[in-house]
């Protein structure tokens, strides 16, 4: 729980913020019924971190990808957003959030309307063939997936790889100017729902505070940069629940 107090300095900053930027990590869809990766019962306590997302491993055997993500990723056509990725929408909307900057690669910022998501660890929307690089939707894909059969190139026979970013693998650059172009000029850096431990997109809250900005974090665990925030609290649930009545 959050005291009201904390709460009506969460409104007050965003209502004065100029260029409010939310970065955004794995704690803001776990309401969705999206594992985290990290958490308690996170993902990586399951399934092999070091093999699901690792592209030689992928490259040696792309099955275990994809068995092992047919239902976290290609059952999201049955997940949605929640209070969260709404209350950011529509702060977007209203012209208090400029853009998400999202750790996630669930779709859900897309799917409750946010227009600028500026996704640093891709997305699974497109899928590359890995041979003559044709693209495929997420929608074809995972109707393969949901049979247990491994998608395969119509045209070459090739493996496809979802353009979700994977160990051993840069971040996509175009994502990673925006998002550090977008930081920089934020006044008000909110981050929630992430642990700020994953490079390089955990150090985007350092070019705000850098360029002289301000930053709130909220997240039920502690991160590296507690001690730079203005204002720090626990419960996402409870905050948006009460942003939503009072802006
Ligand atoms: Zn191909």
């Known amino acids: 729980m959050e005291d009201i107090s904390t709460m009506d300095k969460f409104i007050k900053a965003l209502r004065e913020a100029q260029y409010c930027i939310v970065f955004t990590g794995a704690g803001v869809s776990t309401l969705s019924g999206i594992q985290d990766f990290r958490g308690e019962k996170g993902l990586y306590k399951k399934v092999d971190a070091d093999k699901i997302f690792d592209l030689s491993y992928f490259h040696q055997d792309p099955s275990y990808y994809y068995r092992n993500s047919k239902d976290f990723i290609y059952d999201l056509e049955e997940k949605e957003p929640n209070i969260?990725?709404?209350?950011?929408?529509?702060?977007?909307?209203?012209?208090?959030?400029?853009?998400?900057?999202?750790?996630?690669?669930?779709?859900l910022h897309q799917k409750a309307g946010s227009v600028k998501v500026i996704a640093v660890h891709g997305s699974p929307e497109v899928h590359k063939c890995l041979e003559c690089g044709r693209n495929f939707t997420f929608r074809e894909i995972s109707r393969v997936v949901q049979r247990d059969e491994l998608p395969t190139?119509?045209?070459?026979?090739?493996?496809?790889?979802?353009?979700?970013?994977?160990?051993?693998e840069m971040l996509p650059a175009g994502a990673l100017e925006q998002a550090i172009a977008e930081s920089s000029r934020a006044d008000l850096m909110v981050v929630l729902g992430s642990s700020l431990v994953v490079q390089p997109a955990?150090?985007?809250?350092?070019?705000?505070?850098?360029?002289?900005?301000?930053?709130?974090?909220v997240n039920n665990m502690a991160t590296p940069l507690d001690s730079r925030a203005f204002l720090r609290c626990q419960d996402l649930y409870t905050l948006f629940a009460y942003t939503r009545e009072h802006i």
Do not use: W
Request: proline share 4%; net charge negative.
């Open 153 to 168: 190139c119509d045209s070459c026979g090739g493996i496809i790889k979802p353009e979700i970013t994977f160990f051993g």
């Open 84 to 107: 969260i990725h709404q209350e950011i929408a529509r702060l977007e909307k209203i012209g208090i959030v400029k853009a998400v900057i999202t750790q996630n690669i669930d779709l």
């Open 202 to 217: 955990a150090s985007f809250p350092l070019y705000t505070l850098e360029n002289g900005g301000q930053m709130i974090i």
